[in-house]
């Protein structure tokens, strides 16, 4: 998969290098390129934003600097392009599965009051442009989000994870985990200052072992997460469930 990143802060990209993501870049699954955005700037102070129109505080990012930014990285080509902003359509785990589906995304990280509304106008006549927030909070910027949303994505791709079944069990996975977050999880040893772990999970019965998760997963729902838990769809759910 190609990830193309816009932004004045480069560095923020650091800790793609690193981990898993580092790793699957190492062997090539991911090809990261980063892009200065001031790089399309032509001005001496190479500034890439200005006042809003209709008066208001901060800042707006210019149209024709991402203008330039983005047909020199996309070229003819057609990534989906990604734009950060907390006024987007929600990442969710769902999302981040179907952008691992994607060959190519460009991600456009916008600072201050966001960009030009135009530029995502323009670019929408021509590519699958979305924008997406990561939770309803506010960040300084987008590259945050971005790197939230390239390790949710990345860690997807095939041979990303050492072991594929994690994704499987993770929390909100499509399948039996849609709508649920995942339980307790414990190692050695199977007493710890006076505490044991669950007996059934060292009874070697996977039957029991898996019921067990669920039920655990379930109760975390409910207490953790009360609008997930309320609307499971009762057909999801089986028979054992139904008593909880
Ligand atoms: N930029 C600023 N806040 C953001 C958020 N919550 N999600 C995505 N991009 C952002």
């Not at 200065?36 to 024709?64: F, I, N």
């Not at 994607?102 to 456009?108: I, K, Q, S």
């Not at 006549?125 to 924008?131: P, S």
Request: some cysteine.
């Amino acid at each position: 998969m190609r990830l193309d990143i816009i932004s004045i802060f480069p560095e923020y990209f650091g800790p793609l290098d690193v981990s898993l993501i580092g790793k699957a870049r190492e062997r090539g699954t991911l090809d990261v390129r980063v892009h200065q955005l001031r790089d399309w700037a032509h001005d001496v102070h190479k500034t890439v934003d200005d006042t809003p129109y209709g008066g208001g505080p901060g800042m707006v990012m210019k149209p024709e600097v991402w203008g330039e930014a983005i047909d020199a990285v996309a070229g003819d080509g057609a990534p989906r392009m990604i734009v950060p902003t907390p006024s987007g359509r929600p990442f969710t785990q769902e999302l981040a599965q179907e952008l691992a589906g994607e060959p190519w995304l460009l991600f456009a990280c916008g600072r201050y009051e966001g960009i030009d509304s135009r530029v995502m106008d323009e670019y929408a006549t021509r590519l699958r442009v979305d924008e997406v927030s990561i939770g309803d909070y506010v960040l300084a910027g987008g590259e945050v989000a971005v790197l939230v949303m390239v390790e949710a994505i990345g860690r997807l791709l095939p041979g990303v994870l050492g072991n594929a079944q994690s994704a499987v069990d993770d929390s909100f996975a499509p399948g039996s985990m849609r709508n649920l977050v995942e339980g307790p999880v414990y190692t050695k040893p199977p007493v710890w200052r006076g505490r044991e772990v669950p007996p059934v999970l060292l009874s070697g019965h996977h039957g029991k072992v898996a019921r067990w998760r669920r039920d655990e997963a379930l109760r975390r729902t409910v207490r953790n997460r009360p609008e997930l838990a309320a609307a499971l769809d009762p057909e999801t759910l089986d028979k054992h469930d139904r008593k909880l």
